[in-house]
């Protein structure tokens, strides 16, 4: 459960880029594979708007918890569970039996493969999907704030969710860079029933990626340029760039 819930907390806000994903799936149709799906915040709003989506990540906690909610047991969601197909697989290789007019890679899931290879990986395998002329949107971030938390500096806000009388709050305290890309940390602190807390960091390295530079992988692999567009920042999340490539 604290996969879920984490993610939850630390990503289940952010909706700046669900327009984009919605606009590309009017412009290409469905179905649409939503690649790093985790508990369903991109591959639901589709559902939602009417798309059928096939929603892979290789986390079975995430994709268990997306399809209870596919089938309405949040009450917050509506029940959509015959326009969601899941999928548990690495996004690197994976194998299915159904091509796509459009594959999104939402946030910035295409930093998180290990590097130049594994994006390789994810990019044929990708390719081998989609329709002929069909697109891939990736979103990727460039340049991050860098930024430290030290003592009488403000801090950034925590993400907080409450579940059930318990709060989960994620504190970032440090955005890096190394030569490879950039390091996330944050706090996370949960605070029990009983006011018990436990405490743990938390710690994600993004690769380092440029938009040219995922075009140039991209058109290595068969895909052809087919644009770009621009998901701005919000006061809490960074801005994306997403390139577009057409098989």
Same mark, same amino acid.
């Given at each position: 459960m604290s996969v879920v819930i984490w993610h939850d907390v630390e990503c289940g806000s952010y909706v700046q880029d669900l327009p984009l994903w919605r606009s590309l799936a009017a412009s290409h149709g469905d179905p649409v594979l939503d690649v790093g799906a985790g508990t369903g915040r991109v591959s639901l709003d589709l559902?939602?708007? *009417?798309?059928?989506?096939?929603?892979l990540d290789r986390d079975p906690e995430l994709i268990a918890a997306l399809e209870r909610r596919s089938l309405g047991r949040n009450p917050n969601i509506v029940t959509v569970s015959s326009q969601v197909t899941t999928v548990v697989a690495d996004a690197r290789d994976f194998t299915l039996d159904e091509r796509f007019p459009l594959v999104?890679?939402?946030? &910035? !899931?295409? &930093?998180? $493969?290990?590097?130049? +290879? *594994?994006?390789?990986?994810?990019?044929?395998?990708? /390719?081998? /999907? $989609?329709?002929?002329g069909g697109v891939l949107a990736v979103a990727l971030s460039e340049v991050l704030d860098l930024y430290e938390v030290v003592d009488g500096m403000p801090m950034p806000m925590p993400d907080v969710r409450e579940v059930e009388g318990v709060v989960y709050s994620s504190q970032p305290t440090a955005v890096r860079a190394d030569r490879r890309g950039f390091v996330l940390e944050r706090r996370r602190e949960i605070v029990g029933l009983e006011g018990d807390m436990i405490v743990e960091e938390n710690v994600i390295r993004l690769d380092r990626l !440029?938009?040219?530079? $995922?075009?140039?992988? *991209? =058109?290595? =692999? *068969?895909? !052809?340029?087919?644009?770009?567009? /621009?998901?701005?920042? !919000? %006061? +809490?999340?960074?801005?994306? %760039?997403?390139?577009?490539?057409?098989?």
């Open positions: 559902a939602r708007a *009417g798309f059928r989506v096939t929603a999104i890679v939402p946030m &910035q !899931t295409i &930093q998180l $493969l290990g590097g130049p +290879d *594994g994006r390789a990986a994810f990019l044929r395998c990708a /390719h081998r /999907h $989609l329709e002929p !440029t938009v040219r530079g $995922l075009e140039r992988e *991209g =058109v290595a =692999v *068969g895909f !052809t340029r087919g644009g770009r567009a /621009h998901v701005p920042a !919000t %006061e +809490d999340y960074s801005g994306s %760039e997403v390139v577009i490539l057409s098989a």
